[in-house]
């Protein structure tokens, strides 16, 4: 009718809604900026219908990347006072601390990034940048990162992606993958030192009922010694696994855990031994401490506690140490290297470090944005940096130090829930001789962001 086709002309030139000054919110209206008027939303039932508040804040977020996109092109701009010939004055003259100087010309080389995109190569030419990818996880040395890709069919391809070829004149990474382990979803990733670092992935697969835990040889996954092909290592049906880690601490060897509903289950791979720990609450998060075989969980009842898992099973939860408590669901930790310290991000968007010495909170780190997606955390406390993904799809990146927010980088492409990105960031992107930055795989793409 022409009332409909009024409000589709309208909604072609429309522009995010932004109220002017001292107006009240009207329900079931809209204000646009443009035209200093409101206009009356339509059922959202109607897929036919333009004009609904999800479709209204999709485009308002659209909006607003495109626009920092653009922004992204040019020439970054950082705070006053803050480029390289300044701060190497300022350190010389004796005005500034090696640790305030280290801090700052952190700060400067972040908001120096440009995004790039990595060439993928692959010995079969159906592989590379047909699927879209859902996780990335690298190694201790970031010589490889092991993918998981989601596939037509509604399962999964997993691959490993070796670095060695990304250099700083080349951007160009070769990618293999092993069709046989190709059907699972998978909620949860880590790699496990078994014969040697990093020799093995853990895998949380989802089934419809039961889950599967596997140990897969990273081998699996290599263009190398073809002959060579271990079978699985570990793989046994579980309930719903959410999380896991892998014990690098030589009094529980062999070990890895698993985050269940309702329960923590610790299995040691070459024995078959396994010890449950049941708890109140779905364990999301979990990391082995590396100088004492204890295992950190967070839970989605935002409790956060402590195992040592040299003891044995016992009843009720007085097994329980460290315990720490946020007002949501715990989705993330990082244990610090020096073991005082812990990391959680939860799905309120807090992200906290805790003193485990006093079990109390001393910094939080703001502006990140989770409603209900397991989103990790990445530290590298040698650049002195934080970085997660929220699940507006924008990749934000703190200083350590003072919680500062240094950047905030948009996705290349249109935020939804099937494509929020997965980061890596190191120092030594494909190992000891390797370059510095950030990667980012998104849709069937991935980019890097030059660090240096």
């Given at each position: 009718?022409?009332?409909?086709?009024?409000?589709?002309s309208?909604?072609?030139?429309?522009s995010?809604?932004?109220?002017?000054?001292?107006?009240?919110?009207?329900?079931?209206?809209?204000?646009?900026s443009?035209?200093?008027?409101y206009?009356?939303?339509?059922?959202?039932?109607n897929?036919?219908?333009?004009?609904?508040?999800d479709?209204?804040?999709?485009?308002?977020?659209?909006c607003?990347?495109?626009?920092?996109?653009?922004?992204?092109?040019?020439?970054?701009?950082?705070?006053?006072?803050?480029?390289?010939?300044l701060?190497?004055?300022?350190?010389?003259?004796?005005?500034?601390s090696?640790t305030?100087?280290?801090?700052l010309?952190?700060?400067?080389?972040?908001?120096?990034m440009?995004?790039?995109?990595?060439?993928i190569?692959?010995?079969?030419?159906?592989?590379?940048g047909?699927?879209?990818?859902?996780?990335?996880?690298?190694?201790?040395a970031?010589?490889?990162?092991?993918?998981?890709?989601?596939?037509?069919?509604g399962?999964?391809?997993?691959?490993?992606?070796?670095?060695?070829?990304?250099?700083?004149?080349?951007?160009?990474?070769?990618?293999?993958?092993?069709?046989y382990?190709?059907?699972r979803?998978?909620?949860s990733?880590?790699?496990?030192?078994l014969?040697?670092?990093?020799?093995?992935l853990?895998?949380?697969?989802?089934?419809e009922?039961?889950?599967?835990?596997?140990?897969?040889?990273?081998?699996?996954f290599?263009?190398?010694?073809?002959?060579?092909?271990p079978?699985?290592?570990?793989?046994?049906k579980?309930?719903?696994a959410?999380?896991?880690?892998?014990?690098?601490?030589?009094?529980?060897?062999?070990?890895?855990?698993?985050?269940?509903?309702?329960?923590?289950?610790?299995?040691?791979?070459?024995?078959?031994?396994?010890?449950?720990?049941g708890?109140?609450?779905?364990?999301?998060?979990?990391?082995?401490?590396?100088?004492?075989?204890?295992?950190y969980?967070?839970?989605?009842?935002?409790?956060i506690?402590?195992?040592?898992?040299?003891?044995?099973?016992?009843k009720?939860q007085?097994?329980?140490?460290t315990?720490?408590?946020?007002?949501?669901?715990?989705?993330?930790?990082?244990?610090?290297?020096?073991?005082?310290y812990?990391?959680?991000?939860?799905?309120?968007g807090?992200?906290?470090l805790?003193?485990?010495?006093?079990?109390?909170?001393?910094k939080?780190?703001?502006?990140?944005?989770?409603?209900?997606?397991?989103?990790?955390?990445?530290?590298?406390?040698?650049?002195?940096?934080?970085?997660?993904?929220?699940?507006?799809?924008?990749?934000?990146?703190?200083?350590?130090?003072?919680?500062?927010?240094?950047?905030t980088?948009?996705?290349?492409?249109p935020?939804?829930?099937?494509?929020?990105p997965?980061v890596?960031?190191?120092?030594?992107?494909?190992?000891?001789?390797?370059?510095?930055?950030?990667?980012?795989?998104?849709?069937?793409d991935?980019y890097?962001?030059?660090?240096?």
């Open positions: 009718d022409s009332n409909k086709l009024s409000y589709l309208d909604f072609a030139t429309f995010p809604p932004c109220p002017p000054p001292h107006s009240e919110e009207l329900p079931g209206f809209y204000y646009d443009e035209k200093n008027r206009f009356r939303l339509l059922p959202g039932h897929n036919h219908n333009p004009l609904t508040k479709s209204i804040e999709h485009k308002a977020m659209e607003k990347r495109l626009r920092l996109l653009e922004e992204e092109q040019k020439q970054k701009t950082t705070r006053a006072g803050l480029n390289s010939s701060l190497l004055q300022k350190r010389q003259l004796g005005l500034l090696s305030s100087y280290c801090r010309v952190h700060e400067l080389k972040v908001n120096c440009q995004r790039r995109k990595i060439e190569h692959s010995p079969d030419s159906s592989v590379a047909t699927n879209n990818f859902k996780i990335i996880v690298a190694d201790v970031c010589e490889r990162i092991f993918t998981v890709n989601d596939v037509e069919h399962g999964c391809k997993y691959g490993i992606i070796n670095l060695s070829g990304l250099g700083k004149e080349s951007l160009t990474v070769e990618m293999y993958d092993n069709l382990f190709t059907n979803k998978v909620n990733v880590c790699w496990a030192s014969t040697h670092p990093d020799s093995h853990c895998l949380m697969g989802i089934a009922t039961p889950g599967c835990a596997s140990l897969l040889p990273a081998s699996l290599s263009s190398t010694n073809p002959g060579d092909r079978g699985m290592l570990c793989s046994f579980i309930s719903t959410w999380s896991c880690a892998w014990c690098l601490n030589p009094q529980a060897d062999n070990c890895f855990s698993t985050g269940l509903t309702r329960r923590v289950l610790v299995t040691n791979v070459v024995t078959g031994h396994r010890q449950t720990f708890t109140s609450s779905d364990v999301l998060a979990q990391q082995f401490a590396t100088q004492t075989p204890v295992l969980n967070g839970c989605r009842s935002g409790e506690f402590s195992i040592d898992v040299r003891q044995r099973n016992r009720g007085s097994w329980k140490a315990r720490l408590f946020h007002g949501s669901a715990v989705t993330s930790i990082h244990l610090m290297e020096a073991e005082h812990l990391m959680a991000a939860d799905m309120a807090k992200i906290k805790w003193d485990l010495r006093t079990a109390k909170c001393v939080q780190y703001k502006g990140h944005h989770n409603e209900y997606a397991l989103l990790p955390l990445h530290v590298n406390e040698e650049e002195g940096l934080l970085i997660a993904v929220g699940q507006d799809c924008y990749t934000r990146i703190w200083s350590l130090q003072d919680a500062r927010l240094l950047r980088i948009p996705s290349p492409h935020s939804s829930k099937d494509a929020i997965s890596v960031f190191s120092s030594r992107l494909g190992g000891s001789r390797g370059v510095p930055g950030l990667l980012m795989a998104v849709k069937q991935l890097h962001f030059s660090y240096n």
